[in-house]
């Protein structure tokens, strides 16, 4: 179940590197959300990760999120859905991960995966996009990611706890991924296996600047080493059809109350990104300071606007 849960996030990362950041939606990674002067809740953008920096939330901010009826996330890591994704992570009888990637190259994702402490007998059914998403991240320590804490505060405190995006929805952008896009992301992956730590503490700390502009340019340089068709997939596929399922799932429930919205950072700017979407339909979005202690100072993220 961990493995899983820790794939889970370690997709929702990797496909949130892709919008285009526009000055006027600003680049702050939280607003107050409102329309017609009534106060609709609020809207964080996340960065899955366990480092503990991103999981020490200022005291007021607990009161922001209690004073809301539905917590939303991009998908809700309870056990049916974990289960569920095992078993999509993994191909039918007669069909193994060697098989479509290669004797040698097979032989090298045993090692690096073994890294993650998955065993080598799983390992041999894996699917492409699976290994893949693994090596994205570092390997995991505690795997208590900011996603899955914030969601354990709202359920404590009260809030139903509800999923943007249905598992299949969320898995049918890799799994129809042409498999000659999949090795080419793998063996990306496989090329940066020694800077992925790098690469993450770099992104948390333009987190905690509060930078989106920042996370954007990181974004870039890993998705311009990609090829024109697989950069158009992820954009498409990865980024702008998520973003307005998203929406169509978050607006009925801003209908019934109060919603704290928590998604991945760069599904929030851009012109399909959800501050641009939320505008278009009424709502009024204002910046706040990140409400993490150890961001960065009012006046450094004011900046960014």
């Known amino acids: 179940m961990r493995r899983a849960g820790l794939l889970v996030i370690a997709w929702t990362l990797a496909v ?65 859905t974990l ?28 090692s690096l995966l073994a890294r993650y402490k998955i065993p080598a007998d799983w390992v041999t059914r894996m699917k492409v996009w699976a290994a893949m998403m693994t090596l994205s991240v570092p390997p995991p320590e505690t795997g208590l990611f900011m996603d899955f804490s914030l969601s354990l505060r709202a359920a404590g405190a009260g809030l139903k706890v509800v999923g ?34 790098e690469i993450h503490t770099q992104m948390v700390n333009s987190y905690l600047e509060g930078d989106v502009l920042a996370l954007q340019a990181q974004a870039e340089e890993q998705m311009d080493q990609l090829d024109p068709e697989s ?13 307005h399922r998203m929406l169509a799932s978050l607006l009925p429930l801003l209908q019934q109350g109060r919603v704290f919205t928590a998604v991945g950072a760069l599904h929030l700017p851009g012109k399909n ?30 900046s960014q606007q």
């Open 273 to 302: 990104g959800l501050i641009r979407l939320l505008r278009n339909e009424g709502y009024d979005l204002q910046p706040l300071p990140l409400p993490l202690i150890g961001a960065a100072p009012v006046s450094a993220q004011e």
């Open 83 to 110: 289960s569920a994704l095992t078993q999509y992570m993994q191909y039918p009888e007669g069909e193994t991960l060697e098989a479509k990637v290669g004797t040698d190259r097979y032989g090298v994702l045993k």
């Open 16 to 80: 949130s590197m892709g919008g285009v950041v526009h000055a006027q939606d600003g680049s702050a990674l939280y607003w107050s959300v409102s329309k017609n002067g009534e106060p609709a809740g609020y809207l964080l953008g996340t960065i899955h990760s366990e480092d503990p920096r991103v999981l020490d939330f200022k005291e007021d901010f607990t009161a922001d999120l209690n004073n809301n009826r539905f917590f939303a996330m991009e998908i809700v890591p309870d056990l049916p």
């Open 164 to 197: 943007l995006e249905t598992l299949e929805q969320q898995l049918s952008f890799l799994e129809d991924m042409p498999m000659e896009q999949q090795l080419a992301l793998l063996d990306q992956a496989i090329a940066e296996q020694d800077q992925a730590v």
């Open 231 to 243: 950069r158009q997939y992820f954009m498409e596929q990865g980024i702008d059809v998520r973003n």
